[in-house]
């Protein structure tokens, strides 16, 4: 096993290679710089900003210079915030970020799981339809309209929670459900094809045969396998909770890395951007690692080696 | 919506006197599956509005009226007004030809990218193919929506440029299904017959493989459209996708969400346009997975 998690993680090396490079070069080829204000600066100004930022320098000088700070954990200073490196705005911005993904992580499985079994417990019957509809509808309405449906019936009518804002625990809830929402379903939907799946296995038929009672067959024989779809789905999930994080970020006005990823590519703050492309790509290939680990846990038929 | 069902009834009863095709059969099980056909209907009727919106729209895209800004529904402005008293539901109209322009176009271009590539390494197999998987594992482990957002940064905030990055980002799941199926054909006798003749491998793809590989994909087709339009919807929702003065139901929703506690509807009419839209083209690809699914059982027996 220790041998597989260090095989993926040097396998992971030209993996973060390609996408800082890429991002790189993107970034440096677009027309327009961080530093064109709306007032044009004199030309000496921007010969030492540029100068400063080793700008002037050639393409290749840059890129190896950027590689070298990257390799020391350095991402560079911030060009349009220029009290701040972008460490430490993705150390204060990251955090944040996590409990929000974290919690809207938990919703979805305590949402998905238990309606996913129920449904196929039930199977064609009106619990059934229920969770199905309520996933393909959880997965086509958009984070926006349930942000706006959430604020305005929560915070606004009943006046339980508020409407935006962040640092308390009431500030929570709002976002990590409307992030939740959408992977809920599509836990529901994978969760349902696996207790389906399991159901109908040998195994099963022998525990009920031997008189084993129903909540006992259900949790000890057929709970763990029947969340393996799910687990192998955590991986793309973390992800897609992660992007659809800016959009529920903003809407509810939270500090969050995602936020601040939107700004800087507004304001072509290119190190910011490509610091958060490379914490968010390793973290990504983190998570599915993990992921993977888990799986080889729950599924003994699986071996790394 | 019946003149739609009565037409393709039509159809069905005009294929069937020409024996059961694997399109007549799956055909006859989608209609029997109630919600595709709502979905089927409804995207009728979106893409009847979207195309006949400068005909019918009650007021102009651009009227603004000061006097009537921020206007509740009412039946002069059926969605009420926004901040500069343009008729919200003539903008959600507007908004329709643009999202669901974006969704098809990117859709397409990601269609193109995914059969030509996937259908390629299927077909050749061996080292190549191997290589050109293991570049779509890669690929598969990136946070896309991000190099989406570089992509749009970069090149400029234009329409094109936007389906052109959401379409090449959208592309790999495509790759695998023609792929898979591409493998399938490849061994077929009818490839041997085509490779006697002396085809070569260009035209054997063209006219051969993918033809064949298309019923995974049109499913997988409708399937995308939805996520596309999604995207679509939170970059624009961003201020990063469809600019002003073009508006998308995504730029729509932005540009109602500052006010949503003062005029919830600014927000509203374009998301559940959107939404329903959404939940049309889910309901109609899954229905369509399902009619052709146990066609496809038979095929591998």
Not at chain 1, 34 to 44: H, N, S, Y
Not at chain 1, 87 to 105: C, D, K, Q, Y
Not at chain 2, 159 to 185: D, E, P, Y
Not at chain 2, 203 to 228: D, E, K
Request: aromatic residues 10%; glycine residues 8%.
């Amino acid at each position: 096993m220790t041998a597989y998690i260090g095989r993926r993680l040097i396998g992971a090396i030209p993996t973060i290679l390609i996408i800082v490079t890429f991002a790189f070069f993107m970034m440096r080829i677009a027309p327009g710089g961080p530093f064109d204000a709306e007032r044009a600066l004199p030309p000496d100004v921007i010969r030492n900003i540029e100068a400063k930022y080793h700008l002037d320098e050639p393409l290749h000088v840059q890129y190896w210079r950027y590689m070298k700070d990257l390799f020391r954990g350095d991402l560079g200073p911030s060009f349009k915030s220029p009290d701040w490196t972008v460490n430490e705005m993705v150390a204060r911005t990251l955090p944040v970020s996590l409990i929000l993904g974290t919690w809207a992580l938990l919703f979805a499985l305590c949402i998905g799981i238990p309606a996913g079994f129920i449904a196929a417990l039930r199977r064609n019957a009106a619990p059934d339809y229920a969770a199905m509809t309520f996933a393909v509808i959880g997965i086509s309405v958009p984070n926006f309209v349930v942000a706006a449906l959430l604020m305005n019936l929560v915070a606004v009518k009943l006046g339980v929670l508020d409407v935006a804002g962040w640092g308390q625990w009431r500030h929570v809830v709002l976002p990590a459900v409307t992030l939740g929402l959408p992977y809920a379903a599509y836990i529901a939907r994978l969760s349902r094809a696996g207790m389906l799946e399991v159901i109908r296995q040998d195994y099963v038929r022998t525990a009920r045969a031997k008189g084993l009672s129903e909540p006992v067959i259900l949790l000890r024989h057929a709970f763990k396998p029947a969340i393996l779809p799910v687990v192998s789905f955590l991986g793309p999930a973390a992800a897609a909770i992660l992007t659809g994080s800016l959009v529920v970020e903003k809407i509810f006005q939270i500090p969050g890395l995602g936020w601040h990823f939107v700004t800087s590519a507004l304001n072509r703050d290119y190190t910011m951007v490509m610091g958060t492309v490379i914490v968010y790509s390793s973290m990504l290939i983190l998570f599915n690692l993990l992921v993977d680990v888990a799986y080889g846990f729950l599924d003994p038929r699986i071996r790394y080696d | 919506m019946k003149g739609e069902e009565k037409k393709s009834g039509g159809t069905a009863a005009a294929s069937a006197t020409r024996g059961r095709s694997l399109w007549t059969d799956a055909w006859r099980r989608l209609r029997r599956n109630r919600m595709a056909m709502a979905g089927l209907a409804i995207l009728g009727v979106m893409v009847a509005v979207a195309l006949l919106t400068p005909l019918i729209a009650p007021y102009g895209f651009a009227d603004i009226s000061l006097e009537e800004q921020n206007q509740p529904p009412c039946r002069a402005h059926w969605m009420g007004t926004d901040h500069l008293g343009r008729d919200l539901m003539t903008r959600v109209m507007y908004g329709a030809r643009i999202s669901l322009a974006v969704g098809i176009c990117a859709t397409l271009v990601s269609l193109f990218i995914g059969v030509t590539y996937g259908a390629l390494a299927g077909f050749v197999g061996g080292r190549a193919d191997n290589v050109m998987m293991r570049f779509v594992d890669v690929l598969y482990g990136l946070p896309f929506m991000f190099f989406v957002i570089i992509l749009v940064v970069v090149a400029g905030r234009s329409i094109i440029n936007l389906f052109i990055a959401l379409g090449a980002v959208q592309w790999l799941t495509m790759s695998r299904i023609a792929r898979g199926q591409a493998m399938s054909i490849r061994s077929r006798d009818f490839i041997t017959a085509a490779r006697t003749c002396g085809a070569g491998t260009p035209r054997i793809l063209l006219t051969h493989v993918i033809p064949n590989l298309l019923g995974p994909v049109i499913v997988y087709f409708t399937l995308t459209i939805p996520a596309v339009m999604l995207e679509e919807a939170f970059l624009s929702f961003l201020g990063l996708g469809v600019q002003p003065p073009n508006a998308s139901w995504g730029s729509l929703a932005s540009e109602g969400i500052g006010s949503i506690t003062l005029y919830p509807w600014q927000i509203f009419f374009p998301g559940f346009a959107l939404a329903v839209t959404l939940l049309a083209l889910n309901f109609l690809g899954d229905g369509l997975r399902d009619a052709l699914d146990p066609l496809m059982k038979e095929a591998r027996k």
